[in-house]
């Protein structure tokens, strides 16, 4: 049997580093996309990431033999209105997540799958907000999404089995694997990796080790492939924190209160890769 991968129509809201990055996993697949953000400046800069992303994910060969989904940008929220799937990618502050949530159920048809790819927010929390939470899902695709087979789904405590089931044969076609867990704030993933990172910031902050060697500790002898603080400069410090935020009001748990060195590289504009600074100095914004 061959699938119809134009048979999805993908809608992403949030043109930032995971948006784009969702949208060369999934055009690079053959799946069309809505890319919605708020304003044009914003958009005509991710076509350009997204071409940028598209050409590397070829050269490492990641991509399957197959044409090209065409892209669509805009800053109109009904665009999304024809998706089988919308993914949410905004920033990681829960009320603007609530709020671009709430409109988008109330556009899409019954039956889309909504998909919000929080780090760290309770699934359950943001179905308060839909109209239709059984529709709602979390996937945590990791960064690059286009590299990094391996995905995170969450199942909120609503999430029906046909979204999951959906939801799961999406990621098929798109040449993932997924593995389910259940709704908690921060998942499996970054309740593990933040207070890592936040930690590693610590140990740079107090002088104990600077970066290269509190990453080269965590490479050579545990075997990461990327160390903590290199991982913060791809995440994004501003997101990084952004998500200690919501763990540490959530928790109460110390090591994910965030570290004045990670605050202090937020404020001066020195947000890791795609600033083009932050724990390492890339020359210029990637
Ligand atoms: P980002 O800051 O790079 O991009 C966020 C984008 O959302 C910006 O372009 C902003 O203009 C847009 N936006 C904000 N409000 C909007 C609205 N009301 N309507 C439309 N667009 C709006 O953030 P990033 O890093 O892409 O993160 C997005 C989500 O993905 C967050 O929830 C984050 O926690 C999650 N995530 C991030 C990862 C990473 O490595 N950066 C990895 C996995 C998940």
New binding site residues.
Partial sequence: MTTDYTAHRLAV???????TNISALALGHGVPVTL???DED?LAEARRTIKTKLRHAQLMDVLPDRPQGTLTTTVS?TDVADATTVVE????IAE??Y??LAEVSGIVRPGTTLIS?????SIDEMAEHVSRPEELVGV????PAYMIEMVEVIRGTGTSPEILAAVTGLLTDLGRKSLVINDSTGFVINRLLHPLINTAAMLVQEGVAPAEVVDGLLEGCLGHSTGPLRTGD???L??LV??LRVLYKQRGDESCNPCDLLLEKVREGNLGR?TGRGFYDYGKAM
Wanted: aromatic share 2%.
């Fill in positions: 809201i949030g043109a930032g580093v995971m948006g919605v953000d708020l914003k929220l990618a905004v920033v990681e603007t997540k709020k671009v790819n929080t780090s760290c927010i945590h695709f990791m960064n791809l995440i994004g501003d997101n952004d998500s795609k």
